[in-house]
């Protein structure tokens, strides 16, 4: 029997326990999980694939390339930058998938308070 793997979910963040959760799949035909990474850790490369971000920046230095504990922000679906912090960073290597995950806030009234943890699993 085979164990899939999982992504590595902090408590406050639990699917099910919060307002929200999206989760989604994509198999990338003719790349390796290590093509796939290097398109996901470079910011740079972000709006070339994904047409829903903007104003990536780096306000502590660094960057475009995420690394671990790396604080950074982005636009996404029309919200202003959010403040993110790298908090899992494990690039994918032979029989051991790839993690990344950040948190993303924003700070403001409760309407306009975002909390949220973006989590992916490399293999």
Do not use: C
Request: proline letters at 7%; zero cysteines.
């Amino acid at each position: 029997m085979t164990t899939q793997n999982a992504i590595t979910w902090p408590e406050r963040y639990l699917p099910g326990t919060g307002d929200n959760f999206v989760s989604n799949e994509v198999v990338v035909a003719g790349l390796s999980a290590a093509d796939v990474w290097r398109h996901l850790v470079d910011t740079s490369r972000w709006e070339s694939y994904y047409d829903n971000v903007a104003d990536i920046g780096f306000p502590q230095g660094g960057g475009p390339v995420l690394t671990d504990g790396i604080h950074f922000s982005f636009g996404t679906f029309g919200f202003p930058p959010l403040d993110a912090h790298v908090v899992e960073f494990q690039a994918p290597a032979e029989d051991t998938p790839g993690r990344l995950s950040w948190t993303a806030k924003q700070h403001g009234t409760p309407e306009e308070r975002l909390d949220v943890l973006h989590a992916w699993l490399v293999e």
